[in-house]
Nanobody
Framework: QLQASGGGLVQAGGSLRLSCAVS????????MTWFRQVPGKERELVAT???????DYADSAKGRFTISRDNGGNTVYLQMNKLKPEDTAVYYC?????????WGQGTHVTVSS
C-alpha cells in the first residue's frame, strides 16, 4: 500500500514537498516514481529513482524538482521548488515491488499565479 501526502495550494515560485510511504511488503521495492495528471491529459512521468539512488526527470522538472528516498528505501520524496501554474495536477506515486506496480491515491497540487 502506498500513502502519498504533501500536496496543497501554493503561489507561483513557492515550494512543496511530497511524500509517499510504502507499507506492507517493502523488502522488494525497486524503482519509485512520481507521475502527475491533469484532467483531459494522460498521466506523465515527473521523476523516478532507482534502488541505488540514480534518478531521472522529465524535462519540465529538471532543475526545479528533486526526487529522493529515505535510508530504508520505502519512502520517496519529491521536493518541488520554483513551482509554476503549469505544475498544477494530481501527483501520484508509483512503486515497483517485485514484478508488480502499485499506485498511491494521488495528492493534489495547485499553483496559483
Amino acid at each position: 500500500q502506498l500513502q502519498a501526502s504533501g500536496g496543497g495550494l501554493v503561489q507561483a515560485g513557492g515550494s512543496l514537498r511530497l511524500s509517499c510511504a510504502v507499507s506492507g511488503n517493502t523488502f522488494r521495492i525497486n524503482a519509485m516514481t512520481w507521475f502527475r495528471q491533469v484532467p483531459g491529459k494522460e498521466r506523465e512521468l515527473v521523476a523516478t529513482i532507482a534502488p541505488a539512488g540514480s534518478s531521472d526527470y522529465a524535462d519540465s522538472a529538471k532543475g526545479r524538482f528533486t526526487i529522493s528516498r529515505d535510508n530504508g528505501g520505502n519512502t520517496v520524496y519529491l521536493q518541488m521548488n520554483k513551482l509554476k501554474p503549469e505544475d498544477t495536477a494530481v501527483y501520484y506515486c508509483h512503486a515497483r515491488i517485485g514484478l508488480k506496480g502499485y499506485w498511491g491515491q494521488g495528492t493534489h497540487v495547485t499553483v496559483s499565479s
